[in-house]
């Protein structure tokens, strides 16, 4: 492995002192050992694991950008909304950032820890943002190999709310190319002490040419994936907005903002609240914002006939079960319906002589989602997935995503246990990934599971060179780094830092198998 790999235990990125307004450049850090010594043993296994890489159409008029003022940490409404996430200054990048991770891992093929090959990349959910056929064109693009235009309406000037000259000014959103003449900055910028950096917008909206991944991938279906804005179910009215000529850009004449909870609601229903008094500004059509069905998005992340968006998997010698937990009828957190509750208990059956890993977007404390309308069966919960998992010992691992930072619960049983671990996102801070060794360490009767947390190989610093798409993603994570949304701390979980405890460490559970071939 070479040094200028950027996996964590040689060097890391770490944010630097705050300056005006709190802004804070990256810089290299010290590298970050592994909290426990690497096993020796029989690999069983060897994945990348992506999550939340949020494929975004910022142009997109079926975003609810407006809505994001109310969490800013001035808002009167911000204890009761919470962190609402409907716009990021980072948005713009998401495709650069996703073929600048491709790159990282083509160019790491092989275990940290053991050497071993690596067997597949696992991609957790919320490969898109917006559940848009465009954002899962450019998915399979970036996955596959290709040229992707990180764009859509008007061809040459942008609609995104941070365009200078898109629509009204609105000094609620970070503005790259600065204010228009006689206007004062906008609030990142004059309150957070976020640059200009002009050209930006247009940069961002270049075609990227995507080299495609070597490695086989599996994806998992995300409620981004599924749900406008990852929480409400699409309809043929909303698909209008997403297609048409149209932005909403602010509450219906008089509303209160607390109606907002509505549209960002973790348990369904969820709908989106404007109306014919909104305000609006003019945008170009563009019937490629259509959404995509779930069988779309098999058909475009699985080489299969089954259209089904839960299904299994082989792994070296794991098996692999994925699920579908995004709730269909709304809510951003997730469950699973009765028939595929079921599913998973016959899979649990077939496999008992195997390594299985069980993998979703949602993670199971965040599988609360129990909203289902009338007459529908009702919803599964995570507590009740786990206690069926904790009948079967040889689950070894739960890899999920979803909350967009590093993070491990440890799941004890009579006997034994598992481990259930989440990775942070492409698009918030600090935009890693992991690479997963499964070992078993017949001497000790464990497997141990070696977590190795991988920076995309863009550099800490950026530069004024806007042609330069690894450059482009530099921007993106420092812009991530500088969420001032949650660098106070948050109201519902999110956080800057994860602990070293849950990056590069080693986590062991007794092996199931205990000494047998």
């Known amino acids: ?3 200028a790999e950027p996996v964590t235990t040689r060097r890391t990125i770490v944010r630097g002192e705050p300056g005006p307004g709190g802004w804070r450049e990256l810089g290299e850090g010290l590298p970050e050992p592994y909290q426990h010594p690497p096993p020796r043993g029989e690999v069983l296994g060897c994945v990348w694991h992506i999550s939340d890489v949020h494929l975004c159409d ?66 957790t959910g919320d490969l898109t943002d917006n559940a848009q056929r465009n954002e899962l064109d450019w ?14 309406g008007d061809e040459v000037d942008s609609s995104w709310v941070g365009a200078t000259g898109a629509g009204a000014w609105d000094d609620c959103f970070w503005h790259p190319d600065g204010p228009p003449p006689d206007t ?29 991944l070597r490695l086989p991938v599996i994806s998992v279906y995300g409620n981004h994936d599924g749900l406008l804005q990852g929480t409400v179910a699409p309809d043929d009215v909303l698909r209008a907005l997403a297609t048409g000529d149209e932005r909403i850009t602010g509450l219906p004449l008089g509303a209160d903002p607390m109606i907002a909870a509505a549209s960002i609601a973790e348990n369904g229903p969820a709908r989106y609240i404007h109306s014919e008094t909104s305000t609006r500004v003019a ?8 959404f995509a069905s779930p069988d779309e998005f098999v058909a475009a992340t699985r080489n299969t006939d089954d259209t089904a968006t839960y299904f299994t998997a082989r792994v070296g010698r794991l098996t692999i079960i994925a699920l579908d937990t995004v709730n269909p009828h709304g809510g951003w957190q ?67 995503g979803h909350v967009h930072f590093h993070a491990v619960l440890r799941h004890e049983r009579e006997g034994g246990a598992f481990v259930e671990l ?10 890693q990934a992991r690479i997963l060794e499964f070992v078993r360490d017949r001497e000790a009767g464990e497997i141990a599971i070696v977590s190795t947390v991988i920076d995309h190989h863009a550099p800490p610093s950026w530069s004024a060179d806007l042609g330069d798409v690894t450059n482009l993603a530099s921007v993106s994570r420092v812009l991530a780094a500088n969420d001032y949304r949650v660098r106070e701390g948050s109201l519902r ?25």
């Not at 004062?184 to 002009?198: E, L, S, V």
């Not at 990775?423 to 935009?431: A, C, F, G, R």
């Not at 460490?505 to 199931?512: A, K, L, N």
Request: charged content about 25%; hydrophobic content about 35%.
């Open 1 to 3: 492995m070479s040094d």
């Open 58 to 123: 910022a142009e997109s008029p079926a975003r609810l950008e407006y809505l994001d003022r109310y969490s800013d940490p001035d808002s009167p409404y911000r204890d009761e909304l919470g962190d609402i996430g409907t716009y990021r200054p980072q948005e713009i990048l998401t495709v650069q950032v996703a073929v600048t991770m491709v790159e990282t891992v083509n160019g790491i093929d092989r275990g940290p820890s053991t050497g071993a090959p690596i067997d597949t990349v696992l991609v």
């Open 139 to 152: 998915y399979r693009t970036v996955l596959e190999g290709g040229t992707v235009s990180p764009r859509s």
């Open 184 to 212: 004062a900055p906008d609030r990142p910028t004059g309150i957070f002490g976020y640059p200009t950096i002009p050209g930006l917008v247009d940069a961002a909206r270049r075609d990227v040419v995507s080299p495609g």
């Open 283 to 290: 945008v170009t059509a563009d019937l490629t914002r259509d």
């Open 334 to 400: 997730g469950s699973l319906d009765r028939d595929q509750f079921d599913w998973v208990r016959e899979q649990l059956e077939s496999a008992r002589n195997e390594y299985v890993v069980i993998t979703s977007h949602h993670p199971s404390p965040t599988m609360v989602n129990d909203y289902a309308p009338d007459g529908i069966v009702p919803r599964v919960l995570g507590a009740e997935v786990v206690e069926l998992l904790h009948a079967y010992p040889n689950v070894i691992a739960w890899i999920a």
């Open 422 to 431: 989440t990775t942070s996102s492409l698009i918030d801070w600090p935009q």
């Open 493 to 517: 979980g999110l956080t800057l830092d994860s602990s070293p405890a849950v990056r590069n460490v080693v986590w062991r559970v007794p092996d199931p198998f205990g000494g047998a071939d």
